[in-house]
């Protein structure tokens, strides 16, 4: 085991382990592509992927603060990657979606996480990362 991580309670080994892992995939992403996306923007992306939500409900389900989420959805409008649209019979709500050239890019962003993840498999194993996904995804009888 990693030295720096021997000491660390649960809360700091997930988020050591997610700024890694995010780190090794924004590298990834940006290696390969004229266009710089941030973990942010993932993050935006990932929530209205094949969806049209309303952008207060993205700013809501980010936690991301609302400024920083409307600035992060003009650079990704600004790089043809998001479209934002009026919502039928509301002048205030606007909403968003993916353009084909974002939904194309999101795409071979997923292929790159899938990569890291069969490295990771062929590391310490495929039941392991399995084990692993059904461990963070059951309920942990945690909220905040």
């Not at 809360?11 to 942010?40: A, K, Q």
Request: hydrophobic letters at 40%.
């Amino acid at each position: 085991m990693d030295s720096d991580l021997e000491h660390l309670d649960l809360v700091d080994l997930i988020s050591e382990r997610h700024l890694l892992l995010r780190r090794i995939t924004e590298e990834l992403w940006n290696d390969s592509s004229d266009i710089y996306i941030s973990n942010s923007e993932w993050f935006i992306m990932a929530r209205i992927y094949k969806k049209q939500p309303a952008i207060s409900y993205v700013s809501k389900n980010v936690d991301i603060s609302r400024q920083a989420t409307h600035k992060f959805i003009k650079r990704l409008e600004s790089q043809g990657l998001v479209e934002v649209m009026n919502v039928k019979n509301n002048k205030k709500e606007k909403c968003i979606k993916l353009t084909p050239l974002g939904e194309e890019y999101y795409e071979k962003n997923e292929a790159l996480k899938a990569s890291l993840e069969k490295k990771i498999a062929d590391k310490i194993g495929e039941k392991q990362v399995a084990f692993l996904k059904d461990l963070l995804k059951s309920d942990w009888g945690v909220e905040a």
